[in-house]
């Protein structure tokens, strides 16, 4: 199976800090193929890049960095999950090309007409 990433567009704020990253992952697997989209908020703090100096593969190593995710359950415990958007949509679009893989139905040639 074979990835393609691609940035889509971004946000910037007024300073030129890209905020936000919309971007889809394409899978590839012989003549089948599934794609995802997605959006990232991103909170780049003291790594800044000029906004020209930029590249894809820049944004998109952002975008790939784990993100924290913490909130206070009922019980006012702190509670939080790590996402990795490059391995959970890598996922996504393996299991939907497994899915069409599966369904793919054959017409053999009967056995006693050959």
């Given at each position: 199976?074979?990835?393609?990433?691609?940035?889509?567009?971004?946000?910037?704020?007024?300073?030129?800090?890209?905020?936000k990253v919309d971007l889809t992952?394409?899978?590839?697997?012989?003549?089948?193929?599934?794609?995802?989209?997605?959006?990232?908020?991103?909170n780049r703090g003291d790594s800044?890049?000029?906004?020209?100096?930029?590249?894809?593969?820049?944004?998109?190593?952002?975008?790939?960095?784990?993100?924290?995710?913490?909130?206070?359950?009922?019980?006012?415990?702190?509670?939080?999950?790590?996402?990795?958007?490059?391995?959970?949509?890598?996922?996504?679009?393996?299991?939907?090309?497994?899915?069409?893989?599966?369904?793919?139905?054959?017409?053999?040639?009967?056995?006693?007409?050959?």
């Amino acid at each position: 199976m074979e990835f393609k990433w691609t940035v889509n567009k971004v946000q910037v704020a007024q300073d030129n800090l890209v905020i936000k990253v919309d971007l889809t992952v394409t899978g590839t697997a012989g003549d089948n193929s599934a794609s995802a989209s997605y959006t990232r908020n991103l909170n780049r703090g003291d790594s800044f890049v000029s906004f020209d100096q930029l590249t894809e593969q820049q944004v998109l190593d952002w975008c790939f960095e784990p993100e924290v995710i913490t909130w206070k359950d009922p019980d006012s415990v702190e509670q939080s999950i790590t996402k990795y958007l490059k391995n959970a949509g890598e996922e996504q679009v393996t299991s939907q090309i497994e899915r069409q893989l599966a369904a793919k139905i054959s017409e053999p040639a009967l056995p006693w007409a050959v």
